[in-house]
């Protein structure tokens, strides 16, 4: 199947078996492997992407999904050089611990931010929702969400 999606600002026109998922083609076809798998189910968060806009798991978006559509993976919050200020804030937060988690968990507090830039707590932990870390309690992760949306 052929398709053309636009990942991390750059395009790709794919000839891929339609039964691979985004998170198969970010990893083992583009190269791209901050995106992790974890559950494969969609109950963890692991594989958490940017599709339009929105949150999505990886994991469960088949190829035929992704044609025309824009994607942001954790490599694409990197610009000249300079990570984003939520992934700093993340690192100075001490919030990525084993690190398993953290693209999904930095995705989906980047989507809360474009849309909400002064979350409550109550509004990071809803956004939240769907992402698992066994290491951290979650203390860390939204502390350095609230550190990020104060320094924007």
Known sequence: MKITSTINK?????????????????RDVIGLTG????CGEGECGACTVI????????????ASQIDGQEIITIEGLKENGEYDLLQ???????AVQCGFCTPG???????????NPNPS????????????????????IIA???????SE
């Open 88 to 94: 700093t804030k993340f690192v100075e937060n001490g």
């Open 144 to 150: 350095a969400v609230k550190a990020a949306a104060k």
């Open 51 to 62: 599709m339009n806009g929105k949150t999505v798991n990886s994991c469960l978006v088949l």
């Open 35 to 38: 995106t992790k798998e974890s």
């Open 10 to 26: 750059k395009n790709y026109d794919l000839d891929v078996n339609p039964n691979l998922r985004l998170l198969d083609i970010l």
């Open 121 to 140: 707590e109550g509004e990071i932990r809803r956004a939240l929702e769907g992402n698992l870390c066994r290491c951290t309690g979650y203390v860390k």
């Open 105 to 115: 968990m930095i995705l989906s507090s980047k989507v809360l931010l474009m849309k």
